[in-house]
């Protein structure tokens, strides 16, 4: 059977920076159809693949995002109803520290990302509190962390946010799991896990930390209903990773197109080991290789993937 991957942008009359896209009128606006097919006539995205079970298995990861501070790490996140720590884990799999969130409440954190502190400097932990399986809230939340340094001396250990940033959606309210913060535009970028449509909304730079933030709807993209549950993008915002269960896509950027621009082409397939119930990935110190980190299912334990592009 052929499985067909289509890209749907809306635009409401208006132009977005750097995209040359404009709508005569509003409503959806089909950029493309491409049939997954024809992927085969792209050079073939070949990786080595290696695997390992991590120290301490935390059972319901859900985000996993490279350290800036701390060379060959990540930070680690759980989702709803664990206990709200950031873990730092080396790339072997070893569970360095831990730091518990002791300012805000986390309800269903889902992603984390790299994000710039007030003045625009990337040096920041976005927390992506953006769960929401029954679609009833009214908004949801980006906690900002000062990255941590880890110091062998120290014991136990605390974060507090620097900064709360709450986010709304213009229409309904989504459930998503998947979020980035863009290097080149310094948008948030949310993308939802609807079986039907992924639904992309962006926030621009500088942002709130007072008032509600209402995000700006960018457009849809079908993934052939498998539900969108991780991204990511490198710190020169050229490379980004969109992830469902099923499958990994990586999208390229041109110089410094729009994000419109950029999903209106179709991705490339990475390679991807099937997992219990990944939900996380994450870029590592290039655009050659990446990460996946599953939850536990049942008695599979999760391992962590590294990936590395030939």
Request: proline fraction near 5%; glycine fraction near 6%; include cysteine.
């Amino acid at each position: 059977m052929k499985s067909f991957f289509f890209i749907i942008l809306s635009f409401l009359s208006v132009m977005f920076s750097g995209c040359g896209y404009h709508a005569d009128q509003p409503g959806e606006m089909r950029a493309s159809i491409v049939n997954l097919d024809v992927f085969t006539r792209f050079p073939v995205i070949e990786a080595t693949v290696s695997s390992t079970t991590p120290g301490i298995n935390l059972p319901e990861v859900s985000g996993i995002v490279s350290s800036i501070k701390n060379k060959k790490c990540f930070w680690v996140h759980q989702d709803h109803g664990n206990n709200p720590y950031l873990y730092l884990y080396s790339k072997n799999g070893q569970q360095i520290s831990n730091y518990k969130i002791i300012h805000g409440r986390v309800r269903d954190a889902e992603d984390i990302a790299i994000g710039p502190d007030s003045s625009g400097v990337f040096n920041q932990l976005f927390l992506a509190d953006i769960g929401d399986n029954y679609n009833k809230r009214e908004s949801v939340t980006v906690f900002a962390f000062d990255e941590p340094a880890f110091t062998p001396s120290k014991g136990f250990e605390e974060i507090r946010a620097t900064g709360i940033i709450r986010l709304q959606y213009p229409d309904l309210s989504q459930d998503a799991d998947a979020f980035f913060v863009d290097p080149i535009s310094k948008k948030m970028v949310v993308l939802t896990k609807s079986n039907s449509r992924c639904r992309i909304y962006t926030l621009g730079f500088p942002y709130s930390y007072q008032a509600i933030n209402t995000l700006e709807f960018l457009g849809k993209i079908d993934f052939n209903g498998e539900p969108v549950t991780a991204a990511d993008i490198t710190m020169d915002g050229k490379h980004v990773l969109v992830k469902t269960y099923q499958h990994i896509y990586r999208w390229k950027r041109n110089g410094r197109e729009s994000l419109v621009t950029m999903f209106s082409r179709q991705p490339v397939m990475l390679p991807y080991v099937q997992e219990p119930k990944g939900e996380a990935l994450c870029w590592g110190n290039s655009s050659k290789e990446y990460f996946t980190y599953s939850e536990k299912q049942k008695e599979i334990s999760p391992k962590l993937y590294a990936y590395k592009l030939k």
